[in-house]
């Protein structure tokens, strides 16, 4: 059974806050890996995604993945009341399909 | 219209209805999924469809039919549901399954409701 684990919070940070998000994964050959963020009552949007290790950034957005420790994870510098939602982790390994955590419910506080 | 669509946006049904779901895709992609979203629970994968061919089931209930007339449209027939099949049904694409991409953009999804 191949799992992506997150943890399911709400996680709660003040306005202006880095939020750190987690999310870790059971197949070592994991290929491809994604953030979506959902907001209540609708789809998943893509944030962004990552295929190598070390950081990725896109504008407040930090995606940071460590293959070796089975780890990936989002940082959203100068967190917004608008950045409330659930943040989906998914991974991909070739030949399967891509498998969902199950969604860090981040609060920022104004 | 752009991204991936899909209707109706809400739908109320019992359990002796047939209704359909319908999405579509403007994206070029080749590959499209339908997913399920129950409260507090992982988004779980029913179908997947790769140049109209189904590639997946994800051991879903006959009661779900999928079907793919070409790579941008995919329907999702529903009969005699039951009310634990309550969900939000998520439609996505892809490239393809065989891209190496899988990058996938959903549909705003439906919100069903079976009394």
């Known amino acids: 059974q191949k799992e992506v684990e997150q943890n399911s919070g709400p996680l709660s940070v003040p306005e202006g806050a880095i939020a750190s998000l987690n999310c870790t994964y059971s197949?070592?050959?994991?290929?491809?890996f994604f953030w979506y963020r959902q907001y209540s009552g609708k789809s998943p949007e893509l944030i962004m995604f990552i295929y190598s290790n070390g950081d990725k950034e896109d504008g407040r957005f930090t995606a940071q993945l460590n293959k070796a420790s089975q780890y990936v994870s989002l940082l959203i510098r100068d967190s917004q009341p608008s950045d409330s939602a659930t943040y989906l982790c998914a991974v991909h390994a070739a030949g399967n399909m891509l498998t969902f955590g199950g969604g860090t419910r981040l609060m920022v506080k104004p | 219209e752009t991204g991936v669509t899909q209707t109706p946006r809400h739908l109320v049904m019992g359990m002796t209805n047939k209704k359909s779901l319908k999405c579509e895709q403007h994206l070029g992609h080749n590959a499209m999924y339908w997913y399920k979203q129950s409260a507090k629970k992982p988004l779980e994968l029913m179908f997947v469809y790769n140049f109209k061919e189904q590639t997946e089931n994800n051991s879903v209930p006959s009661r779900f039919s999928p079907e793919c007339p070409n790579s941008s449209h995919l329907f999702l027939h529903l009969h005699t549901l039951q009310p634990e099949d309550s969900a939000l049904y998520l439609c996505a694409s892809s490239q393809d399954r065989t891209s190496g991409s899988e990058t996938q953009y959903f549909g705003p999804g439906t919100r069903l409701l079976v009394l």
């Open positions: 197949d070592r050959g994991s290929q491809s």
